[in-house]
């Protein structure tokens, strides 16, 4: 069991106390997006992970962002903060507020303006932890801690000076689909991906290899999930390579699960991926998957064990084992399926990470 001092710093009170008998920690999660990205997914992901482990856990999110909306489907624990930017003094006024009545051990931040306005209002009442989801991040230094979500940004923090005891590997996290069966293969078998229309995430790609696999005389459908500033030129370039009976835009996918079990084969087209949680999604549900050697998935992924991992930008190896996997091997698919689900199980379930998070949480505090 510890004890509070001030500051935040906490004392032992008992080496020879079973860590079981730790006093429940109170955790602030902090999440200022209003998207529906990876920085939303991660946050909302961490409450239920430090639930799942007996902890208790307050979220602070945006009162209009999606992120509530989900927040207020499975806990009561929020609270909400409107903010004009990382400099607004009214919303650094209203967080310091909340931290004084909350008192948390420890104050959990994801994104630039979370950190930046939770530094200045927490007054080192508790550690303060930054949470690494890419690249973009110029606050890291002030931390106490970084939970970096690959260990190619752990590597990056050490490059960039910050104490190796201040960096702490925690990978993103699934809430694990329960009892999968995959049926049959279908005839023709349906390639999936999905994600926000943008230029890093490589759907132009992906619309590429399809066309090369077309032109082959190769039968197949297609289901293309998300939405985003590029949308006009990827309908553009599905109807120039004559895919619009083979590709299906979906929109945003509101039920991965449906989406997840129509479709045979799940691909990862990205440029640039931090980490890329609708891998370990797809993977969760057995599906084979077929990812570029992108920054996370290339940590995530075993090449030809419980993936396939191809060079970013090459289409044609993209569609060479697209072809493999569905019609030259089909067995190759179950393997690879069965090897990714038991992959999430072992490394990724938010009872593996939640595990991972306390011991880290209780070694910044003490």
């Not at 856990?57 to 989900?70: F, K, N, R, Y």
Request: charged share 20%; with cysteine.
């Amino acid at each position: 069991m510890y004890a509070l001092c001030v500051p935040w710093v906490r004392i032992p009170l008992c080496p020879f106390i079973n860590k079981d008998t730790i006093l429940q920690m109170h955790i602030l999660n902090i999440m200022l997006g209003k998207g529906r990205g990876g920085l939303e997914q991660v946050a909302i992901d961490y409450h239920q992970a430090f639930e799942l482990v007996g902890h208790r856990i307050t979220s602070l999110v945006p009162p209009d962002s999606w992120a509530m909306d989900i927040f207020q489907t499975f806990t009561e624990e929020t609270r909400s903060l409107s903010n004009m930017g990382e400099w607004d003094p009214i919303a650094t006024f209203k967080l310091s507020k909340i931290i004084k009545k909350l008192n948390p051990d420890i104050i959990i931040c994801h994104g630039n303006r979370a950190i930046r306005l939770a530094l200045k209002a927490a007054k080192k009442s508790a550690p303060i932890v930054g949470v690494a989801h890419n690249y973009k991040n110029k606050s890291f230094h002030e931390c106490d801690a970084i939970f970096c979500i690959t260990k190619h940004l752990v590597d990056r923090m050490h490059k960039l000076g910050i104490s190796t005891n201040k960096v702490f590997h925690v990978p993103n996290m699934v809430k694990t689909a329960e009892n999968v069966k995959r049926p049959e293969l279908r005839t023709p078998p349906v390639i999936g991906t999905m994600g926000r229309f943008v230029e890093k995430k490589g759907f132009d790609v992906f619309i590429d290899s399809l066309s090369i696999l077309k032109k082959d005389g190769v039968e197949f459908k297609a289901l293309l999930g998300g939405d985003g500033p590029l949308k006009g030129q990827l309908e553009k370039q599905i109807q120039h390579c004559a895919l619009c009976e083979e590709i299906k835009l979906c929109g945003w996918v509101e039920n991965k699960h449906s989406f997840f079990n129509d479709i045979d084969l799940f691909i990862l087209p990205s440029r640039h991926e931090p980490f890329g949680i609708v891998l370990i999604e797809a993977m969760s549900h057995q599906l084979p998957c077929i990812s570029t050697a992108s920054e996370g998935p290339s940590e995530i992924i075993t090449h030809d064990t419980d993936g396939v991992l191809v060079p970013i930008d090459d289409s044609k190896q993209l569609a060479s084992h697209i072809y493999t996997i569905l019609f030259e091997k089909p067995n190759l698919s179950k393997q690879l399926g069965g090897a990714a689900r038991r992959t999430v199980l072992q490394k990724y379930t938010q009872s593996v990470i939640g595990k991972i998070l306390e011991q880290h949480s209780i070694q910044i505090m003490t």
